[in-house]
């Protein structure tokens, strides 16, 4: 059965192409600084937001039209997993990832869970081997279920602390056995609504000794992949403990995981947390934490998680040219945390919004990469840090300045600032790329 009969494979046709089921940026094999944009990108299609998104919201019932529509329980599942192949080789996405209750129902205890997992897991497995896709990373939905409203990790009661540590058991296993790449943790209802009835101290203690069962359990299997944390400030819980960057990597180092743990740093979440995403990503970068990127927009007019696909060339652009600066994602990459809207309900509109999505960071690789290339921030930066590389600049650098030795080079000096920051002057020049750059 074709679930989507009327797309083709989407193929790159260029910028003047006026096909709207066209790469107009995005062509695969073309090498931007060493590397073809397929393996700079790294893109991956998520699970949640493409296959099970029923466009229900707190104010309207689902609305989706979808081809396995009329199915449910394991038969849907099924289905969905016939259907993301198809999509997955349309696209020419070559990773997908997931959570563990998107490809497949709950069931009344979790030893039934985790057998409906297991079929799925095993035509997953199957479709792998003859597409060649690969799974990007895998996580575990523990807030969902009502048993998680007063978090997993971080629950108050011990009994959902031991379910979430098994939850987490069989999504290694998954991982272990789909080959994935990465494996992520998304405190969904990790943090407090109020401090008045929150022990917030046992609550970090506990979601730290979680992650260290799950290393240990890793290293048990023989799982090698990358583990990542994904910040978010708020929604559903009104403050998480993994608030942003910052705040997250903090935790990590505070409790010894910084050593086995990364990022999984999202576009919309560091809107929420009053960030740019370009900012999250240089904080991640220079600690050595960048790990992986959910890849989509939120709207600044809204304050909740919209998950939007990308279309801001600017923003993607200076993403980039922090994923750049880092060398890359290495086994991370940029999967579509992004859905289509809810008056988009017809299955192409899923294939239009991945085609805008990766078009839009294919563009950005290409400007960021000419950036790079010609240096126009890096001399800048240099230059206004000079005073830094002689002198007493050096002596603080090198940490031969004392308060002493400071006060004695500038009691009597006169200091004034009048070296300009020439923003303007380097918002211009991006423009310029944007604008120019083939």
């Known amino acids: 059965m074709a679930y989507f009969p009327e797309v083709k494979r989407i193929q790159y046709e260029g910028r003047k192409s006026t096909n709207p089921l066209a790469f107009k940026h995005y062509n695969p094999s073309e090498v931007v600084l060493g590397k073809t944009m397929e393996e700079h990108l790294r893109f991956a299609v998520s699970y949640w937001h493409t296959f099970t998104l029923s466009g229900s919201d707190p104010f309207g019932l689902p609305n989706m039209i979808r081809p396995w529509d009329g199915y449910s329980g394991l038969d849907l599942a099924k289905k969905r997993v016939e259907a993301a192949f198809e999509f997955f080789e349309k ?19 979790l030893r039934e869970t985790n057998k409906n997992l297991d079929v799925i897991v095993s035509m997953i497995r199957e479709y792998m081997k003859s597409s060649g896709k690969k799974l990007l990373w895998n996580t575990q939905n523990m807030f969902s279920n009502p048993r998680f409203a007063h978090g997993a990790g971080t629950s108050p009661e011990a009994d959902v602390f031991a379910y979430a540590a098994a939850q987490v058991k069989k999504g290694l296993e998954v991982a272990l056995e789909l080959g994935a790449e990465n494996y992520v943790f998304w405190g969904g209802r990790e943090g407090y609504e109020t401090l008045l009835n929150t022990d917030m101290k046992l609550e970090l203690d506990n979601q730290a000794r979680l992650f260290h069962m799950a290393c240990d359990y890793a290293d048990e299997i023989g799982f090698k992949g990358q583990f990542l944390i994904e910040p978010k400030p708020k929604e559903p819980t009104k403050h998480q403990y993994d608030f942003d ?9 505070t409790y010894d995981l910084d050593k086995r743990f990364k990022l999984n740093l999202e576009a919309n979440h560091a809107t929420l947390a009053g960030h740019t995403f ?22 600044p007019l809204l304050g909740w998680d919209t998950d939007e696909f990308p279309t801001d060339m600017y923003s993607a652009t200076l993403a980039m040219y ?80 004392t308060l002493k030795s400071l006060e004695d080079y ?28 083939e």
């Open 91 to 109: 696209m020419g996405v070559n990773y997908f990832c997931f959570h563990d209750r998107d490809i497949a129902p709950e069931g009344d205890t």
């Open 245 to 253: 960057a910052a705040s997250a990597i903090a935790f990590l180092k």
């Open 278 to 299: 370009e900012h999250e990503l240089y904080v991640s970068r220079i600690h050595g934490m960048l790990g992986s990127v959910d890849a989509n927009q939120g709207d």
């Open 322 to 401: 922090q994923i750049l600066k880092n060398g890359g994602l290495h086994s991370g990459g940029l999967n579509f945390d992004a859905k289509v809207r809810r008056a988009s309900m017809t299955p192409i509109d899923l294939f239009y919004g991945h085609v805008v999505g990766m078009d839009t960071f294919a563009r950005g690789l290409k400007v960021a990469a000419k950036l790079v290339e010609d240096k126009v921030f890096d001399q800048f930066i240099e230059e206004r840090y000079k005073s830094y590389q002689s002198g007493i600049g050096q002596d603080i650098v090198s940490g031969k300045a």
């Open 410 to 437: 500038i009691i009597d000096k006169p200091v004034t600032v009048t070296t300009s920051g020439r923003q303007e002057l380097l918002l211009a020049k991006l423009n310029q790329y944007l604008l120019e750059v």
